[in-house]
């Protein structure tokens, strides 16, 4: 399973900015989609996941009320739109999955930067 990420840019604060993530294929066991980002000199630090029918949605804190994470299982694909953007949110964004009953998610996709930045 490749996860190929795309969608990264620069924007002002305040702008909004949406991920795509499509996966090659979609084994019925690769059930948890995620987003993670890195930020430079900074760990790499949870974002959201999804289930692939579109259920159990999760978010951190940080972005709660500001970024929602869909799912399109027609299409192998996982969106994340974020609005409000912040300085705070530069970073290099992931998609990322994981296999069912595994604690880790071990599938990743290359990352797109998102830059936030007037």
């Known amino acids: 399973v490749q996860l190929q990420a795309s969608g990264g840019g620069l924007v002002q604060p305040g702008g909004s900015l949406k991920l795509s993530c499509v996966a090659s294929q979609r084994p019925a066991r690769l059930n948890r989609v995620g987003w993670f980002r890195q930020a430079p000199g900074k760990e790499r630090e949870f974002v959201s996941s999804i289930y692939w029918n579109g259920s159990g949605a999760s978010y951190a804190d940080s972005v709660k009320d500001r970024f929602t994470m869909s799912s399109d299982k027609a299409k192998n694909k996982i969106s994340l739109q974020m609005n409000r953007l912040k300085p705070e949110d530069t970073a290099v964004y992931y998609c990322?999955?994981?296999?069912?009953?595994?604690?880790?998610?071990?599938?990743w996709g290359q990352g797109t930067l998102v830059t936030v930045s007037s």
């Open positions: 990322a999955g994981r296999w069912q009953g595994a604690q880790e998610y071990t599938v």
